[in-house]
């Protein structure tokens, strides 16, 4: 877990977390299926990462649900497939770290935009 850590770029954790969780993409899938929704490879690619997404974040709901604390955490490539030991055609986006904060570790103020930047309530840009 700790070398894993070590090769992220995000993580919410202020230390490592006790499980974490790779959701590893078998290339194959999309390079030799017979997809018969997609007309194209790249739509097929953009799908098979969205599939992660949605596994991930419904892992997170979950831990959310049980009480647990978890975060997306976004692999180096190169460390990651040492790391697991992936084969070729394998491919790892997405780690979720879960765990329980700890009480007084250090927390990252996060700053967020007002919601009025954010938000319109005609086209996309517009005023009220």
Request: hydrophobic share 35%; net charge positive.
């Amino acid at each position: 877990i700790t070398k894993l850590m070590k090769g992220v770029y995000y993580g919410g954790f202020h230390e490592d977390p006790s499980l974490i969780i790779a959701i590893v993409l078998d290339t194959k899938c999309w390079k030799e299926s017979k997809h018969i929704c997609g007309k194209d490879r790249k739509f097929e690619i953009i799908e098979a990462h969205e599939c992660i997404g949605i596994a991930g974040l419904n892992m997170i709901y979950g831990a959310h649900d049980l009480g647990i604390n978890s975060c997306f955490l976004t692999p180096s490539q190169k460390d990651i497939s040492e790391i697991l030991k992936l084969k070729k055609q394998d491919s790892c986006q997405l780690l979720i770290g879960f765990g329980y904060e700890k009480n007084g570790a250090f927390q990252k103020e996060r700053e967020r935009r007002p919601l009025s930047e954010l938000v319109s309530y005609e086209y996309f840009g517009g005023k009220k």
